[in-house]
């Protein structure tokens, strides 16, 4: 039967031909890195505004004015600065009352922040690098890659018991081939994909942050306090376990951001302009002495 003589990198391969020939590989603009997706924008959003709901059926949602405004004053201005429009975005801003150091954003442009989190940023410049970065997740797809790589890896395993079923493998032999699968899959997979996620939501997430008129050099402190306060014990770091945090992140950041000034201090001129018009014009308004 030919179905057992597939090997599991064959099927793998295979999947990654039929999907680069008909629609599944894409590039992230912003870096030219290329990626396969075998979900649709529109089916990654469907998820993205689907767990959004749920999260704000099953987290308490805050009502403090200052902060729902510097989040929205802040994640508007990123939104205007992705300079794409990400398909089927609905922009929405919600903070979530948490002690979590946590912030998140899905496809569909849902993006939350936890109260915890806000009391550490001390800048909407600190705020715009987490923002930032979070939306650069969803800009350049990174769920929908991850959903691909669990397909994939899905493939592979049922492509292992069909090999495994036409060598007539003992079955305590196949329990370590699954387990050393499994594993493998996790460390040498996943992993590195989620690493090289943060470092690319990093790089596009300071320059939205920069072109949203937002000081790029917050992001190296931000992350420092990040690191201080996962060293308290007090608050658990869910935000460091998904968001590796060690020292060359940081230095990293401090590498990227003066080429990105000029960009910044172009934008926040622009966007300060802006805020100001409507200032001008209601003062103007308002005085009866000046027609
Ligand atoms: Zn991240």
């Known amino acids: 039967m030919i179905a057992m003589t597939i090997r599991p990198t064959g099927i793998v391969s295979l999947i990654a031909l039929l999907a680069c020939g008909w629609s599944g590989c894409t590039t992230v603009p912003e870096t030219g890195r290329s990626q396969l997706l ?24 805050s009502t403090n004015k200052m902060a729902i405004d510097q989040v929205n004053r802040v994640g508007r201005r990123i939104a205007a600065s992705v300079g794409r429009e990400l398909p089927h975005a609905e922009w929405e801003f919600v903070v979530f009352e948490s002690e979590q150091l946590n912030a998140f954003a899905l496809p569909g442009g849902k993006v939350g922040v936890y109260t915890g989190l806000l009391e550490l940023v001390e800048s ?43 060598e007539d493998m003992a079955s305590s032999d196949r329990w370590v081939a699954r387990t050393l699968l499994g594993a493998g899959t996790q460390v040498g997979v996943m992993l590195p994909f989620s690493r090289l996620h943060e470092t690319e939501a990093d ?57 990105l000034l000029p960009l910044y201090r172009e934008a926040k001129a622009k966007f300060e302009a802006l805020e100001m018009e409507p200032i001008m014009d209601r003062e103007i308004g308002a005085d009866p002495g000046n027609k």
């Open 38 to 61: 075998l979900i649709s924008a529109e089916q990654e959003t469907a998820m993205g505004l689907s767990a959004f709901s749920q999260i704000k059926q099953e987290e308490p949602i």
């Open 124 to 166: 909407d410049d600190e705020l715009a690098a987490v923002i930032g970065h979070e939306i650069a997740h969803v800009t350049s797809r990174h769920s929908g890659e991850r959903v691909t790589q669990q397909m994939m890896a899905g493939a592979v395993a049922l492509g292992a018991e069909v090999y495994m079923e036409s």
């Open 203 to 259: 790089v596009i997430g300071l320059r939205f942050a920069a072109g949203a008129g937002y000081d790029p050099r917050a992001a190296a402190t931000f992350w420092q306090k990040m690191k201080a306060a996962s060293g308290e014990g007090g608050r658990p770091p869910e935000f460091l376990s998904t968001h590796p945090s060690p020292d060359n992140r940081i230095a990293r950041l401090q590498e990227l951001a003066p080429a």
